[in-house]
């Protein structure tokens, strides 16, 4: 599920609904400024069959800008295009953040695109549940040597009840830790293995005029999905959080372990760990400050690989090492883990014709068969199949890092956003904007969070 235009992706990655109860959206559009957005609206659905041999389908993704798969779908489209003659398709390309808001403003109108990306996990079960999407069951029935190819993630992160509705195209990785190795062997600091190592280097960078880690939260999912959900995870383990969204165990919001997560990013914003501005830039913005040695680490998502090789300099692109986040003492998660998730896929409205729907799963396949697995690893995306493998020599030196660092922390755990509901997702994120600011306390946020858990 982001990624990374910022124009935004991440991927890993928002919800679209604030929930779902019985099957019928509930949806909260206060915050949505819908003037603007309402012509979409006469624009979703409006593709059909043109004839007895001809198709045609709109698809809407948000594979644009500086997200990490936008020339790879570019030249993607442009090859299935060359191959289907007979299929055309209306293909609309929306940066990152407005996205969410124009599929929020079709859903409320009954008129979603024939096809569009959604996150896997949580969003797409909000659509599913809603009856939105058409599964491609059939599809994998019949393609299983197709099917066998995808690693598990890629498939079981977009199944509900049973039906799967897409394929991840890759992975995404959400909480890397990028450091300059050469800013600490300047400044003979250890590279942190526990979290009171990680205060010390703070202080150390700080002492010489070194940002300590760069960060863009302008649009506030980039701390709850690169630092916070790792954070939480270190700190209350992974059953914690699934007992708690499924009110068991007696695990609420409210208890201590996870306030003393949210504990953890407030003493990381009093600590000044980030770039003064860290709220008013985005999440490609702030990477400036790493690629010119102005900041000694980034703890960031495997979206901003495409962005490190084509803009960092390659002196500092040879410093640039790669790790997990430090383990919390006391903690009760599993140390040395990488937060990730599967990437976001091609969903199908559920209001297709049958030869729309035929259309959309031939893309489906296009999109993450072999042979475009192995085009996602020369766009340094993480690859969703256990069949292709990179080869050292042919990848760009970062990339190669990366893979490496995924074959030695292969267990990867949840990323909040892509396990909350859309109102837990908008909670957590403008909370943690909020305990950072100190605006609000870890005690309201969790009350908040709890209250939603019925």
């Keep these: 599920m982001q990624s990374n235009e910022k124009v935004i992706v991440r991927q890993e990655g928002s919800s679209l609904f604030r929930g779902i109860r019985k099957g019928k959206l509930v949806l909260v559009l206060a915050s949505v400024v819908v003037t603007g957005f309402l012509c979409v609206a ?7 069959q043109a004839d007895d041999e001809n198709v045609s389908f709109t698809l809407w993704h948000s594979y644009v800008g500086a997200d990490q798969r936008a020339e790879f779908m570019t030249r993607r489209m442009e090859q299935f295009k060359a191959a289907n003659p007979d299929i055309t398709i209306e293909e609309q390309k929306i940066p990152r953040d407005q996205y969410q808001t124009r599929l929020k403003t079709q859903a409320a109108a009954g008129e979603l695109p024939d096809a569009f990306i959604a996150w896997p996990n949580t969003p797409v079960r909000e659509f599913a549940e809603a009856g939105l999407l058409a599964d491609i069951n059939g599809l994998l029935s019949r393609e299983s040597a197709w099917k066998d190819s995808l690693l598990p993630i ?48 703070i202080a150390v960078f700080k002492q010489n005029g070194i940002i300590p880690i760069a960060l863009g939260n302008k649009a506030k999912w ?50 000044e760990a980030f770039n003064r501005d860290y709220n008013s830039v985005d999440d490609v913005q702030c990477r400036g400050y790493f690629y010119r040695e ?31 986040f430090p383990v919390i003492s006391g903690g009760k998660g599993e140390p040395e883990t990488l937060s990730g998730v599967s990437s976001t896929g091609v969903v199908i409205n559920a209001k297709a014709s049958p030869a729309q729907r035929a259309a959309i799963e031939k893309l489906i396949m296009f999109l993450t068969v072999d042979e475009a697995q192995k085009m996602y690893m020369e766009y340094t995306i ?26 030695a922390h292969p267990a990867m755990v949840t990323v909040y956003d892509s396990a909350l509901n859309s109102e837990q997702t908008e909670i957590i994120n403008n909370g943690l904007q909020g305990i950072m600011l100190g605006m609000q306390t870890p005690e309201e946020i969790a009350k908040q969070l709890a209250d939603t858990i019925r």
């Design 154 to 201: 890629a498939l079981n992160e977009f199944t509900v009840d049973g039906k799967t509705y897409s394929v991840g195209l890759g992975i995404a990785v959400t909480s890397v830790f990028f450091y300059n190795k050469a800013l600490f062997e300047k400044y003979n600091i250890k590279v942190p293995q526990t979290y009171e190592e990680l205060k010390t280097a």
């Design 294 to 324: 102005e900041a000694a680490m980034m703890i960031n998502g495997t979206w901003v690989l495409p962005d490190i090789v084509a803009n960092a300099p390659d002196a500092v692109k040879a410093n640039i090492e790669m790790t997990t």
């Design 42 to 48: 006469c624009q979703g659905k409006k593709a059909v």
């Design 222 to 271: 980039p701390a709850q999905s690169s630092l916070f959900s790792i954070i939480a995870n270190r700190v209350t383990g992974s059953q914690w959080l699934t007992d708690a969204l499924a009110n068991k165990n007696g695990a609420k919001f409210t208890d201590k372990p996870f306030l003393d997560a949210l504990g953890v990013m407030k003493e990381l914003a009093n600590l």
């Design 382 to 407: 993480p690859v969703s199949s256990k069949t292709v493998e990179p080869d050292p020599g042919a990848v760009d030196s970062v990339y190669a890092k990366l893979v490496d660092l995924m074959k």
